[in-house]
């Protein structure tokens, strides 16, 4: 079993949709990392948390430390928004930062 | 400012050659940290490099070294090449040394094809 499992691994949707990508992780952490990974490779950090909420313009992050589970939240979806979301935690222990294998957005017009 | 930049965007070798790939962080930060993607998987984090001395080694063999220079700049080298080295190579800095609670910024990667 993965240390970082996300769901669902690929996602369609039609644009103006509301869309959420899950995280699950087995270890401590120290914070979470939503990252945003475009075609071709570059990757943007989107948030970085340890708790709660963080909004920027139509992202929503939120974290609960003691179900160990993360959700990215997208409202008013757009083609624009259509990449590989990438949840990595960094641990406790060592600093470590562990990725999961990323979730495929396509958001249609 | 500019980002972090990487070199070369491409390359393609053959098993057995070498390879060195470099990369150059935001201008202020001192941690480099190396990761491999292979395609369709998530990063895995290969060093990390702070203050020019290895501060983190993920689970690669020792045909991977790095060095960190003394204007934070970092060269990632892989010997002996495999075809299972194939793989986009991401370079991230930041300002802390701690990777988890620091934010990463990423370079573009360099795309390595081993024949």
């Known amino acids: 079993k993965n240390e970082v499992e996300q769901s669902p691994q690929n996602l369609t949707a039609q644009e103006g949709e509301f869309i959420t990508i899950n995280c699950s992780y087995s270890v401590g952490i120290s914070a979470l990392h939503w990252l945003q990974q475009h075609p071709g490779g570059g990757i943007v950090s989107l948030f970085m948390l340890s708790s709660g909420k963080k909004k920027h313009g139509r992202l929503i992050a939120t974290i609960n430390i003691q179900e160990k589970h993360s959700s990215l939240h997208i409202t008013a979806s757009h083609p624009r928004d259509s990449a590989v979301y990438i949840c990595?935690?960094?641990?406790?222990?060592?600093?470590?930062?562990?990725f999961g294998e990323g979730t495929q957005l396509t958001v249609n017009p | 400012d500019a980002g972090v930049t990487q070199s070369p965007t491409h390359l393609i070798k053959t098993r057995g050659q070498h390879v060195t790939l470099r990369c150059s962080p935001i201008?202020?930060?001192?941690?480099v940290s190396w990761y491999q993607q292979v395609l369709g998987q998530g990063p895995q984090f290969i060093f990390q490099?702070?203050?020019?001395?290895?501060?983190g080694r993920g689970n690669f063999p020792d045909r991977f070294s790095a060095r960190q220079f003394p204007n934070y700049s970092s060269e990632l080298n892989v010997n002996a090449l495999l075809l299972g080295d194939s793989a986009l190579y991401l370079c991230a800095s930041s300002l802390r040394r701690d990777r988890g609670l620091a934010h990463q910024f990423f370079g573009p990667g360099t795309r390595l094809t081993v024949l």
């Open positions: 201008s202020g930060h001192k941690s």
């Open positions: 490099y702070y203050e020019k001395e290895e501060r």
């Open positions: 990595a935690v960094g641990e406790t222990s060592g600093s470590r930062l562990t």
